[in-house]
C-alpha cells in the first residue's frame, strides 16, 4: 500500500491544534508535504515561536501518519512559525507590525516595566521579531534596564520624512522618552505634551517588520492610556499587579478601563509579580510577603487568563539595574518563569487573534 498525499493530509486532519480546536490542515499548518516511499517529511507552521505545545503538536502527528496512513513511515516534521494577526494591510500607522500588546497596572510600584522588559527579550530569544516601546513618559526605564543611558539615536529620511532608529539591545527594538530628555532632570508635562511625545515614539521611528511590539504603559488610567488607545491599534492589554489587595483594587480599574464600551480593548490577561520570595540559598522556599494567590484569585473573578506567577528574586533587581534582563540569564533563577510567561502570552495572542478572525469572518457573511 503506497503513502500518498491524500492519505497523509487526511491523516493530519485528525490532528487538532488545542488552542485554536481546529486542525491542522484547514488552518493551513501543514506545508511542504514531501514523500518519497515510506518516507513522509512536512513544516508545521505554528503561530508562534513559543508555543509550549510544539512537541506534543510534532507527535500527534506522526503518531497519526502510522496510526491511519503506514505503521513503517519514516516521518520528519520541520518545526517552523508564523505569528498571526488580525491587522489590515491597509493600516498606515505601524504597518509591518503584527501584533501590539500594552502592558498596564493600576498603579505604580508593582513591576511593570521589569515585567515588559523581561517579556521583549524572552521573545526575542524565541525568534520573533520584537520591539518594547517605554512609554512611561513621566518615568521611563528602558534606558536603564538597557544599559542605555544617554544613548544617542540616529535617524533617516524617508519620502521627505524623518524618521528615528530605534535601538537595537538583545535582539530587541527600543524606544523610549528618555533617549530625548536628559535623565537627570523631572519630565513636568500637561496631558497634551505628554500625549504628543507618545504618539511620536510611533509616528516618527522606522520599526520595520515586527511580530510584538510590547508598549510599557505609564501606571494608571490617565490620558496617556487614553491617547494610545485612540492612535496605536491595540492586539491587546495585560494587566500587572502584585497579591496585595491595594494593588488588586487598582488592577481592577484597570481591566474595567480597557474594557470600557468606547474603548473595547481585549484584556489579554493578568501577571501576578512579586508573587512570593525564594532566597537564592533556598530555592524551594516560598514567603508569600504581599499575600498569597491575589493575582490569581482576580483573573478568576474577572474570568481572564493568569499568564504567570513572578517571584521575587534578587537578581532580577539586579540585572535590571546592571542593564541586562535577567530573562537573558542562563542561570537565573527566574528565566523559566519569564519563558513560561512569554510562552502563555504568545499563546493568549493567537488564540485572541483566531477568535477576532472568526468574529470578522462571520461579519461578512
Known amino acids: 500500500m503506497s503513502i500518498t498525499t491524500d492519505k497523509v493530509l487526511s491523516a493530519l486532519g485528525q490532528v487538532i491544534e488545542p488552542d485554536l480546536k481546529k486542525d491542522l490542515v484547514s488552518l493551513g499548518m501543514i506545508r511542504d508535504l514531501d514523500i518519497e516511499g515510506i518516507k513522509v517529511s512536512f513544516s508545521l507552521v505554528l503561530t508562534t515561536p513559543t508555543c509550549p505545545l510544539k512537541d506534543s503538536i510534532k507527535n500527534a ?15 520528519t516534521v520541520n518545526l517552523t512559525s508564523r505569528v498571526t494577526s488580525t491587522r489590515k494591510n491597509d493600516e498606515p500607522l ?29 521573545l526575542a530569544r524565541s525568534g520573533a ?53 536628559d535623565a537627570s532632570r523631572a519630565l513636568i508635562w500637561r496631558g497634551p505634551m505628554a500625549s504628543g511625545a507618545l504618539k511620536q515614539l510611533f509616528t516618527d521611528a522606522d520599526w520595520g517588520e515586527l511580530d510584538y511590539m510590547i508598549i510599557d504603559l505609564p501606571p494608571g488610567t490617565g490620558d496617556i492610556h487614553l491617547s494610545l488607545v485612540q492612535t496605536v491599534p491595540l492586539t491587546g492589554a495585560v494587566i500587572v499587579t502584585t497579591p496585595q489587595e491595594v494593588a488588586l483594587a487598582d488592577a481592577r480599574k484597570a481591566v474595567s478601563m480597557f474594557k470600557n464600551e468606547n474603548i473595547n480593548i481585549p484584556v489579554l490577561g493578568i501577571i501576578e509579580n512579586m508573587a512570593w520570595f525564594t532566597p537564592a540559598e533556598l530555592p524551594q522556599n516560598k514567603y508569600y510577603i504581599f499575600g498569597k494567590d491575589g493575582g490569581k484569585a482576580l483573573a478568576e473573578a474577572m474570568e481572564l487568563p493568569l499568564l504567570g506567577q513572578i517571584p521575587i528574586i534578587q537578581s532580577v533587581r539586579e540585572s535590571g539595574d546592571s542593564g541586562k534582563p535577567d530573562a537573558l540569564n542562563p542561570e537565573s533563577l527566574a528565566r523559566p518563569y519569564f519563558e513560561s510567561l512569554t510562552e502563555s502570552l504568545a499563546r493568549q495572542i493567537s488564540i485572541t487573534n483566531a477568535g477576532l478572525a472568526k468574529q470578522a469572518k462571520t461579519l461578512t457573511k
Open 94 to 122: 505601524l504597518k509591518g507590525v503584527k501584533n501590539i500588546v500594552a502592558i498596564a497596572s493600576g498603579k505604580g510600584g508593582v513591576g511593570k516595566s521589569t515585567i515588559a522588559a523581561n517579556l521583549a527579550v524572552s
Open 129 to 181: 521579531r520584537t520591539a518594547l516601546v517605554d512609554a512611561d513618559i513621566y518615568g521611563p526605564s528602558v534606558p536603564v534596564m538597557f544599559d542605555a543611558l544617554n544613548h544617542q539615536l540616529e535617524a533617516i529620511e524617508q519620502n521627505g520624512h524623518t524618521r528615528v532608529i530605534p535601538l537595537i539591545r538583545h535582539g530587541v527594538k527600543l524606544l523610549s522618552i528618555g533617549f530625548f530628555v
Open 61 to 75: 502527528c506522526i503518531r497519526a501518519i502510522l496510526e491511519l496512513v503506514d505503521s513503517r513511515a519514516e516521518v
